[in-house]
């Protein structure tokens, strides 16, 4: 079945880089997403890829795709204190293609001044 | 400019009472998902909706749960005889086209005592 998983947890310094990783087991998936959800918010899309790129540039936003491994990452660069939040990957179902997402468990960034 | 409305933000119920979570979509928005969100977990999908007809509903609990989301006016879902395993956040999301990106509201909080 659709899965997405995730690391739980991230800690970096303001200033450095963030990763977060992502892999994912669908292997028609067509978008793949990059969601940010702040404490008793509602999420914001932050980018999304198309499965046929392997790579897209936003600002301070990266997104790498490695699809034969099925793995997806965010790089944010120059991170901020205001960066702190949860990250989620998300797969748009290739089954049939309603559009519905399908989430990983988030990653919870904290950035440390 | 108005985003995707979801009310109430928060909601409390005891065990045993109905459940009614409203959203409004994007104005021109004619598809609209509902996700669940438990405590420390990711958004899990629930049902896929376009205006008077339920398009998937593979993520929606078998019993209790209903979905609506008529020609005129908001989408509802409707949680009967809630229980205390009910509490979660509960987004929903619109689009304005199947597949095409989603935009998510700020959730309802719902808190079953």
């Known amino acids: 079945g659709e899965d997405v998983e995730q690391s739980l947890f991230l800690s970096v310094r303001e200033g450095d880089s963030s990763v977060i990783n992502c892999t994912y087991t669908?292997?028609?998936?067509?978008?793949l997403y990059w969601y940010k959800q702040e404490p008793g918010a509602g999420l914001q899309l932050l980018t999304y890829?198309?499965?046929?790129?392997d790579m897209k540039q936003d600002q301070r936003l990266t997104v790498l795709l490695n699809k034969k491994d099925k793995h997806l990452s965010l790089r944010i660069a120059d991170t901020q204190t205001g960066d702190s939040a949860i990250y989620f990957c998300?797969?748009?179902?290739?089954?049939?293609?309603?559009?519905?997402?399908?989430f990983g468990q988030g990653t919870t960034l904290q950035v440390k001044p | 400019n108005a985003g995707v409305m979801q009310n109430p933000r928060h909601l409390v119920r005891r065990r045993g009472q109905e459940a009614r979570l409203r959203c409004s979509p994007v104005k021109g928005h004619s598809h609209v998902y509902w996700y669940r969100q438990l405590p420390e977990e990711g958004l899990k999908f629930m049902v896929y909706?376009?205006?008077?007809?339920?398009?998937?509903e593979s993520g929606m609990p078998k019993e209790r749960f209903s979905a609506e989301f008529p020609k005129e006016g908001p989408s509802i879902l409707r949680i009967q005889q809630v229980v205390r395993g009910d509490s979660a956040a509960y987004f929903c999301a619109s689009s304005f086209g199947q597949g095409d990106e989603q935009y998510f509201g700020p959730g309802t909080r719902l808190t079953v005592t």
């Open positions: 890829i198309f499965s046929n790129m």
């Open positions: 669908d292997s028609s998936s067509t978008y």
């Open positions: 909706l376009q205006k008077e007809n339920i398009i998937d």
């Open positions: 998300a797969e748009s179902s290739g089954s049939g293609n309603t559009g519905k997402l399908i």
